[in-house]
């Protein structure tokens, strides 16, 4: 391919010379600092130059937010978060966070991005409670993508996902995996809440859940449309015989519950589920540090850079 007439060719420059990246058409730029993150942006690129910085707060630039950390309680997290949002001016079409989050940060979210976004995920956002997770997603009609992976949230929110966003296709429910089940009680609420309120759904994962074949046959009954079915460490469920071959019959792709993790994003250590200890005793501690936290201020004018 020949080389852009926008900057010049190393061959064209001389020794000691080099291109200005602060004179390139803001289109280049953009596309650039697409590959960014947030944070990256937030904390470095609009440093740069004020071309880049007129770039960096184009509401195009956030129209897909990804924010990924290791490490609980740093509230700076989502304070960028919000600020992100906020600068998307409602076009904001998919966020994905991970590791810190609030009811208000929802809040925040649903109220700035109810009429575009379509892809909600959100993953060990323990702060996040039943009570703001369903006023929030009471606001997101058009939503397509939900994932809620490692949150203590109940059947009861999806309940309420299914009947208050008509267009989803795509919902992942995942938690940890046990193999023991002598003292954790089988349950098929979240596959009764998804089949009787999810018509319309496509892709499902449930990595980890406790349904039963019950809970499996009532999704069958009330997915028609499913397509895609993650069971792998759901180890309550047996896919042989009949069962099997309906799930076969009907969709596209099966994972069953003891096939391979290697494409599986998060950790997917099966645990032996001590005998004698509830559910509330295998609380991680992380779980355990935000059910102690109650600051739960709404931060929607954090601007942490003078611009």
Same mark, same amino acid.
């Given at each position: 391919m020949a080389s852009s007439s926008l900057s010049p060719s190393p061959a064209a420059m001389k020794e000691g010379e080099y291109a200005n990246w602060a004179e390139l058409p803001p289109e280049l730029t953009s596309s650039i600092l697409h590959r960014l993150g947030p944070i990256e942006i937030v904390e470095t690129a609009q440093k740069v130059c004020r071309s880049w910085r007129r770039v960096c707060k184009d509401p195009s630039m956030w129209r897909k937010i990804v924010i990924h950390? $290791? %490490?609980?309680g740093d509230r700076y997290y989502e304070k960028l978060c919000r600020h992100a949002v906020g600068r998307s001016h409602g076009g904001l079409v998919e966020i994905d966070i991970s590791h810190f989050?609030?009811?208000p940060l929802l809040r925040y979210i649903a109220d700035k991005s109810s009429s575009h976004l379509r892809s909600l995920r959100i993953s060990f956002c323990y702060q996040v409670t039943d009570k703001g997770f369903i006023a929030a997603i009471a606001r997101l009609?058009?939503? $397509? %993508?939900?994932?809620?992976?490692?949150?203590?949230?109940?059947e009861e929110c999806l309940r309420v996902v299914g009947q208050s966003c008509p267009n989803l296709k795509t919902l992942k429910?995942?938690?940890?995996?046990?193999?023991?089940?002598?003292?954790?009680?089988?349950?098929d609420d979240v596959a009764l809440a998804i089949a009787e309120t999810m018509l319309g759904l496509c892709h499902l994962q449930i990595f980890g859940d406790t349904l039963t074949d019950a809970g499996l046959n009532?999704?069958?009954d009330g997915c028609p449309n499913l397509e895609h079915l993650d069971l792998r460490q759901c180890f309550n469920v047996n896919l042989v015989g009949d069962m099997e071959k309906r799930c076969l019959e009907r969709i596209k792709v099966v994972r069953r519950p003891n096939d391979s993790v290697h494409d599986y994003p998060f950790d997917a250590t099966v645990n032996d589920y001590p005998y004698g200890l509830s559910d509330v005793d295998v609380m991680s501690e992380d779980e355990l540090y935000y059910d102690d936290l109650s600051d739960g201020s709404d931060n929607s004018d954090f601007d942490p850079y003078y611009y």
């Open positions: 950390i $290791e %490490e609980f989050g609030s009811d009609p058009l939503l $397509e %993508e939900l994932e809620v992976s490692y949150c203590s949230l109940s429910k995942n938690c940890v995996g046990y193999r023991r089940r002598s003292t954790r009680k089988e349950s009532a999704i069958l």
